[in-house]
């Protein structure tokens, strides 16, 4: 449905999105939306119920990290803090994190929800050991995390994606600036 005719899934969803069965399609409509114009679909989440928007944010904030980094973080500093802005800046942040962890790590640290903010410092912080574990072991005392959650990074930085609840993502920087 969401290929073949986008604007009736955009309907549907609107419609039904604080339902649980549409959960998933929210999510769907916003990767569609996304792949051909992340401001739109951004525009779309921000019309949605704001139970539903975390789950298009994150989707629409992924995939406009991927294509355009820069233009992503531009937006993510027009947003004001909410529990959507904090699933975009997640988002973003984890689909940053490989290329850049300094900037995915000072992004992450603007998340506001403490859970989702410790989820995706982890996350960015266990990207970062693998690819430059000196930095990251440099950076860790100071990045927020709890002390027992900093020496199991250390300990064993592969245990990678997955686990968390993730609600978003994020990229160069508060301010803007991106790579």
Do not use: C, H
Not at 80 to 90: E, I, L, T, W
């Amino acid at each position: 449905y969401v290929r073949s005719d986008i604007d009736a899934a955009k309907e549907w969803v609107a419609k039904y999105a604080e339902e649980d069965y549409a959960r998933r399609a929210v999510g769907e409509v916003a990767v569609q939306l996304a792949r051909e114009d992340p401001q739109s679909a951004l525009d779309w989440a921000a019309s949605l119920p704001e139970n539903a928007q975390g789950s298009a944010y994150s989707e629409a904030m992924e995939r406009w990290t991927q294509k355009d980094a820069t233009a992503a973080s531009e937006f993510l500093a027009t947003m004001d803090p909410s529990d959507a802005r904090d699933s975009a800046v997640s988002s973003f942040a984890r689909e940053l994190d490989r290329e850049d962890p300094q900037s995915a790590a000072t992004w992450a640290a603007t998340i506001t929800d403490e859970g989702t903010r410790t989820e995706t410092l982890t996350q960015v912080a266990r990207s970062w050991m693998r690819s430059d574990a000196d930095a990251a072991k440099a950076w860790l005392p100071e990045s927020g995390l709890p002390e027992d959650t900093q020496t199991q990074i250390m300990e064993n930085p592969g245990r990678g994606r997955g686990g968390f609840d993730f609600r978003g993502r994020g990229g160069g920087g508060p301010g803007g600036g991106g790579r």
